[in-house]
């Protein structure tokens, strides 16, 4: 992954993905690595397009905005448009199931994580972890332990655990993916 | 606190930088992107024995900053764009009157409301002249999460030790950003309190120099001694006059105890400048993508250094000063149409080529930005 990781997790306000940036940075801290989160935002609180910005570094942070992403999760499809274009030529896509591709520029990996944040776990405000768990699976920028200690940290007290089932599945729907992927 | 390493936002850092340097009251009207300093503040004093008062409006709140002061406790409040212009007119009422006090500043896109949500260094020139007339102010500004908590720290031994207001100033993204941090054990921290007068002393003439530093010592509202604070300009007793003398006795007074003290106010960090043919001079969250910049133009073998201002004023007019010779241009980064630019103008008096690179539009300003200006300006003819 180089010495300097970008992570862009893109979709609507709401979502809980700027939460899940924070949480992807204080996994990548109990690995012992740096990290710098940020966020933009509109003058809204929901809805609109949302964006949050994940960099990891085995050294010090300098320019603390993603330049070229190394990773990307869009949950939709409005941001995928969006964003699709800026990413590293050996960088990773991961989208949800629901949003239609064009033109794979990268490595693309689309996966039913609102879905299974609706169905499996039973709510779908837990896409954002369910999210986590994916791209932790997919791409391996943060241990399994770490995430898991950084959402129980976060979440609200008696959602533990929900969220860690939430965790759990999206593990469990990268390495699916990431398995079929090998045997092809 | 433990030295741990843990995530945290710069408003947070600038919160624990406080209550660390001893704040225990803090008034405020909430305003992005500076509102997670009022909720942590108001969540945080009560916990260690202080005030939070959400007051009615940016002006009160500064007013309410200078009376907790004058009553001997360590005060702050933040703002951003509009409310900072608000807080002038009290500001300079902090200035004349030599009440200690901190004001944060996360400077947002201007002028007016402006961009609310985005980033701007625009204010650097309000800072230092937002109030009226001749005054001192120290401003300083951090480019770190980390910064911001020895900044905040700084900023309050500062206004303790010169009896002066001092201004943090910050913009969005040092402020909203997160990032790895492990504070200090406090006991580490050095903490400045203000010269208080000898509590038997009879007749107390609050404005008297009596130490020859140009900082007289100063009481605490409540506890016996009483005087009195106007901001008209006033001899020493605290009371109004017009004499000339007075008048020009006070002024003098207040800019030699800044500008007789640059060694101990003025803070900047150089880097690469020894061999640089070209500095690039830059502060706050600008900082950073200079450094990325800078970084990867050393890579290249180009003759690239840097200078980050942390005291922004008094401006550090030596640090351009004592560039050597083999200093061709220097270039300014900020998020501004060209504020401290000018400054640099100023001190380089036509021994270095000078140049902007400025970025007005809510983004910051990005590293291959900083890396094409740099080229156009060392490839001039």
């Known amino acids: 992954m180089g010495e300097r990781t970008e992570i862009r997790l893109s979709g609507s306000g709401g979502q809980g993905l700027i939460l899940a940036g924070i949480i992807l940075a204080e996994a990548a801290i109990l690995d012992g690595k740096n990290a710098v989160q940020s966020q933009s935002y509109g003058p809204e609180a929901r809805g609109g397009a949302s964006r949050a910005e994940v960099i990891i570094s085995d050294s010090p942070i300098d320019y603390p905005k993603v330049m070229q992403p190394d990773i990307l999760l869009t949950l939709t499809e409005e941001a995928f448009v969006k964003y699709k274009d800026n990413i590293k030529s050996n960088g990773i896509i991961i989208i949800d199931s629901s949003i239609r591709k064009s033109e794979p520029p990268v490595k693309i990996v689309s996966l039913p994580i609102i879905e299974t944040a609706n169905k499996s776990v039973g709510k779908v405000i837990v896409a954002n972890i369910v999210s986590l768990g994916a791209l932790i699976a997919v791409t391996k920028i943060v241990s399994k332990k770490s995430i898991e200690e950084a959402v129980m940290d976060r979440v609200p007290k008696g959602t533990e655990e929900l969220n860690r089932k939430a965790l759990y599945a999206g593990f469990e729907l990268g390495e699916f993916q990431q398995k079929q992927y090998k045997n092809k | 606190m433990n030295s741990k390493a843990i995530l945290m936002q710069g408003n947070e850092a600038c919160v624990e930088g406080a209550i660390a340097a001893g704040m225990r009251f803090y008034a405020g009207y909430p305003i992005t992107p500076s509102t997670e300093i009022a909720e942590l503040s108001a969540e945080k004093l009560p916990k260690v024995g202080g005030k939070f008062i959400q007051m009615e409006?940016?002006?009160?709140?500064?007013?309410?900053?200078?009376?907790?002061?004058?009553?001997?406790?360590?005060?702050?409040?933040?703002?951003?764009?509009?409310?900072?212009?608000?807080?002038?007119?009290?500001?300079?009422?902090?200035?004349?009157?030599?009440?200690?006090?901190?004001?944060?500043?996360?400077?947002?896109?201007?002028?007016?409301?402006?961009?609310?949500?985005?980033?701007?260094?625009?204010?650097?020139?309000?800072?230092?002249?937002?109030?009226?007339?001749?005054?001192?102010?120290?401003?300083?500004?951090?480019?770190?999460?980390?910064?911001?908590?020895?900044?905040?720290?700084?900023?309050?031994?500062?206004?303790?030790?010169?009896?002066?207001?001092?201004?943090?100033?910050?913009?969005?993204?040092?402020?909203?950003?997160?990032?790895?941090?492990?504070?200090?054990?406090?006991?580490?921290?050095?903490?400045?309190?203000?010269?208080?007068?000898?509590?038997?002393?009879?007749?107390?003439?609050?404005?008297?120099?009596?130490?020859?530093?140009?900082?007289?010592?100063?009481?605490?509202?409540?506890?016996?001694?009483?005087?009195?604070?106007?901001?008209?300009?006033?001899?020493?007793?605290?009371?109004?006059?017009?004499?000339?003398?007075?008048?020009?006795?006070?002024?003098?007074?207040?800019?030699?105890?800044?500008?007789?003290?640059?060694?101990?106010?003025?803070?900047?960090?150089?880097?690469?400048?020894?061999?640089?043919?070209?500095?690039?001079?830059?502060?706050?969250?600008?900082?950073?993508?200079?450094?990325?910049?800078v970084q990867i133009m050393r890579r290249e073998g180009q003759k690239i250094g840097m200078l980050r201002l942390k005291t922004i004023w008094p401006f550090a007019h030596r640090a351009i000063q004592e560039l050597s010779s083999q200093v061709k241009n220097l270039i300014v980064a900020e998020m501004n149409f060209g504020q401290l630019v000018e400054m640099v103008k100023a001190s380089a008096e036509g021994r270095f080529y000078v140049a902007g690179i400025n970025k007005f539009n809510g983004e910051l300003i990005a590293p291959n930005e900083i890396i094409s200006r740099t080229r156009e300006v060392r490839s001039r003819a």
């Open chain 2, 57 to 293: 409006d940016e002006i009160a709140s500064m007013g309410a900053v200078i009376g907790a002061s004058l009553a001997g406790l360590k005060a702050m409040t933040a703002t951003s764009g509009p409310g900072f212009s608000l807080k002038q007119e009290n500001i300079g009422f902090a200035c004349l009157t030599e009440v200690p006090c901190v004001i944060v500043n996360v400077q947002r896109g201007g002028p007016s409301t402006g961009l609310p949500t985005l980033p701007a260094q625009g204010d650097v020139m309000q800072a230092r002249w937002g109030t009226h007339g001749d005054h001192p102010i120290i401003v300083v500004s951090p480019s770190y999460v980390k910064e911001v908590y020895e900044l905040t720290i700084r900023a309050f031994n500062l206004s303790e030790k010169y009896r002066v207001p001092c201004i943090l100033l910050m913009d969005e993204v040092v402020a909203h950003m997160r990032e790895k941090v492990e504070l200090p054990d406090p006991s580490s921290i050095k903490i400045i309190n203000r010269k208080k007068p000898d509590p038997t002393i009879k007749e107390y003439e609050p404005y008297k120099d009596c130490d020859g530093d140009g900082i007289p010592p100063m009481a605490n509202f409540g506890e016996g001694i009483p005087f009195h604070v106007t901001g008209l300009i006033h001899d020493i007793t605290g009371f109004p006059s017009t004499s000339a003398t007075v008048t020009e006795a006070l002024i003098t007074r207040l800019m030699k105890k800044i500008y007789d003290n640059l060694d101990d106010i003025l803070d900047y960090e150089s880097i690469f400048t020894n061999d640089a043919d070209t500095v690039i001079i830059s502060f706050g969250s600008t900082a950073r993508s200079v450094m990325r910049a």
